[in-house]
T-cell receptor, first 112, second 112 residues
Framework: QKEVEQNSGPLSVPEGAIASLNCTYS??????FFWYRQYSGKSPELIMS????GDKEDGRFTAQLNKASQYVSLLIRDSQPSDSATYLC????????????FGSGTKLNVKP | DGGITQSPKYLFRKEGQNVTLSCEQN?????MYWYRQDPGQGLRLIYY???????QKGDIAEGYSVSREKKESFPLTVTSAQKNPTAFYLC???????????FGPGTRLTVL
């Protein structure tokens, strides 16, 4: 079983809509959670980190964490064509702060 | 400018050759990482280092070697023992105080 699972997509949404990206993880000791955006041919860029249950908002982005259900999600409001990219979910496990586990990413297409 | 640099951006290798990928950071980060990314897949950890003169194998260390003689530098050597080295290689670093990991621009290695 993979540590971090994501639907590979592609997820297609119209411009201006809300894009919802989901990620599940297997280790209940996971303590830190991250979302990266990766444009084609480029390296991942950190866009959100979340450490406690609930929502964390940053501009058009909201990360949601539910440790009981072992999932973390990313909402992108007012989606723009420039948001089209692959979004990687990553987790860091308690007691093993130096290792990060990545999902395979969800490809998002925002159509004008 | 603070950041992580990787060189070269593109690298071509003949079969049987060893090649070294450079990674330098001026963020004063303690931990550094090397990942490999294959098309349509997530990141797989090759090696990581928490401090100078110390490093640990990741999940796919076979055929790779690293050194950490300086805090700023964490070069990766892809040896001829690595059977399928064509991939996108990403270097990352993380500060001791924070838990967020940041990536360099990557090196795309192709075996001819």
């Amino acid at each position: 079983q993979k540590e971090v699972e994501q639907n590979s997509g592609p997820l297609s949404v119209p411009e201006g809509a809300i894009a919802s990206l989901n990620c599940t993880y297997s280790d209940r000791g996971s303590q830190s959670f991250f979302w990266y955006r990766q444009y084609s041919g480029k390296s991942p860029e950190l866009i959100m980190s979340i450490y406690s249950n609930g929502d964390k908002e940053d501009g058009r982005f909201t990360a949601q964490l539910n440790k009981a259900s072992q999932y973390v999600s990313l909402l992108i409001r007012d989606s723009q064509p420039s948001d089209s990219a692959t979004y990687l979910c990553a987790v860091n496990i308690r007691g093993n702060f130096n290792k990060f586990y990545f999902g395979s990413g969800t490809k998002l297409n925002v159509k004008p | 400018d603070g950041g992580i640099t990787q060189s070269p951006k593109y690298l071509f290798r003949k079969e049987g050759q060893n090649v070294t990928l450079s990674c330098e950071q001026n963020l004063n980060h303690d931990a550094m990482y090397w990942y490999r990314q294959d098309p349509g897949q997530g990141l797989r950890l090759i090696y990581y280092s928490q401090i100078v003169n110390d490093f640990q194998k990741g999940d796919i260390a076979e055929g790779y070697s690293v050194s950490r003689e300086k805090k700023e530098s964490f070069p990766l050597t892809v040896t001829s023992a690595q059977k399928n080295p064509t991939a996108f290689y990403l270097c990352a670093s993380r500060s001791a105080s924070g838990n967020e990991q940041f990536f360099g621009p990557g090196t795309r290695l192709t075996v001819l």
